[in-house]
């Protein structure tokens, strides 16, 4: 395929990605209507940082600094803010943007994966117009939300395929930008903390468990990583006199009630919340996820019998087609899991940067096992999905075009 073909179908797929978005937050927009919930934190958050307030959130009429919510998102809102006013559907657009942005990164993670680009292109396309992606499914997605998911999303994108850049031909400067993103990445949302852990095991062993030659392969891209994120850790330090590395509050509370005696796979008010809730009413947010993840080990001390069963349901709620407790099935998702599947069973290519993808989805299964299964914790990763979907897509296409062949070949004969 020549490269002036290919930009223009990549343009054309991203203008078709941006147009879609851009219909669904104008059909979804509800711009004389308050934000609540996450959404509304978040929007508190960015105001705030406009204002000469730095990340805080307001709490009884005042405006204390926080660390219950990664900065990069509010950050993120400050800045369209602060360029276009205080306006929703300004920042709303922007994730349209960013939408359209993901589906040519998508080509590129896969292009340089499979070194196919009509595996790219099938790829970017189907995250193009996957719906989940444009008006969300349930109660959470699409660039019409504002919560932390869908920039999340983007620069998880952005991680990955700076990631296998900097694997396909090692270097320090591009091992300088593949650490950066995966940090912001991390800054945007705590649990992709667990990635670069699971992958640091990955890379010690294709070292051959030998420190020195991972020190001098990687040592840089984990160098930025720590170096990135040490401006998070000394600001909290200097609120809160603590080493503080993520967030306080929302992981400690997602533990408690991912394995409360009530959880089965999903998360549930305990038994003794409204009581808990009081107690740590004027405690401060670090002293409060303390206290949240003490109540959630005692959960799990309780009846450790439950224990595997519990975690095999997290995984379950985590990765099946259903939500709602299984009550509503997502036959977007459906499709682009069992194609998925496929592609990972049978059509692997097997190198270091395919790995790279396979590892998202051990690290985000890590993540249930340890708080719970949503598939709003999935919402993410699904474009590493729809890649190896595209795989499967790309190998039925060529299958049929040989059997095709073949049949041709015979009438001929």
């Known amino acids: 395929m020549k490269n002036s073909v290919l930009k223009y179908i990549l343009f054309g797929i991203f203008m078709l990605a941006f147009f879609l978005r851009i219909g669904a937050v104008i059909k979804q927009d ?177 070292c051959k468990w030998s420190a020195k030659n991972f020190l001098k392969r990687f040592f840089v891209f984990y160098l930025l990583i720590v170096l990135t994120l040490t401006p998070w850790v000394i600001r909290n330090y200097g609120v809160y006199k603590k080493i503080i590395p993520l967030a306080t509050y929302h992981g400690g509370i997602a533990f408690w009630t991912g394995n409360c005696s009530l959880a089965s796979g999903g998360w549930a008010y305990p038994l003794d919340y409204k009581e808990t809730m009081k107690k740590v009413k004027n405690m401060g947010e670090y002293e409060q996820n303390k206290e949240f993840f003490k109540k959630g080990m005692e959960e799990l001390k309780r009846k450790p019998g439950r224990i595997p069963i519990l975690f095999i349901r997290k995984i379950l709620v985590h990765w099946a087609p259903f939500e709602n407790g299984f009550k509503l099935f997502n036959a977007y998702y459906a499709v682009v899991l069992l194609l998925a599947t496929v592609g990972i069973s049978f059509f692997r290519k097997r190198n270091i940067r395919e790995h790279v993808l396979l590892i998202i989805f051990l690290a985000t299964t890590l993540t249930s096992i340890i708080i719970y299964g949503d598939p709003r914790y999935r919402y993410a990763y699904e474009p590493y999905l729809i890649i190896f979907a595209g795989v499967t897509i790309n190998e039925i296409l060529k299958r049929l075009s040989n059997a095709r062949s073949f049949c041709s070949g015979k009438r001929n004969i």
Do not use: W
């Not at 019409?144 to 999303?153: G, P």
């Open 30 to 206: 509800g711009h004389d209507k308050p934000l609540y919930a996450d959404a509304k934190q978040y929007d508190n958050m960015a105001v705030n940082i406009l204002s000469g307030h730095g990340l805080s959130q307001n709490t009884t009429g005042e405006r204390v600094a926080t660390a219950s919510r990664m900065p990069m998102y509010p950050f993120f809102l400050a800045g369209v803010y602060a360029v276009f006013g205080h306006n929703y559907m300004t920042a709303r657009i922007a994730q349209a943007l960013l939408g359209g942005l993901m589906c040519i990164i998508i080509f590129f993670i896969a292009n340089v994966i499979y070194e196919n680009k009509i595996i790219g292109i099938t790829a970017a396309f189907i995250t193009a117009i996957y719906i989940p992606f444009i008006s969300g499914f349930n109660y959470y997605g699409g660039p019409a939300c504002l919560t932390s998911e869908y920039f999340y999303m983007f620069l998880v994108c952005l991680a990955i395929f700076t990631l296998i850049i900097f694997l396909k031909k090692e270097n320090c400067v591009k091992a300088v930008f593949a650490g950066m993103c995966v940090s912001l990445a991390i800054l945007t949302r705590a649990e992709f903390v667990f990635y670069p852990i699971v992958l640091f095991f990955y890379l010690l062993g294709i």
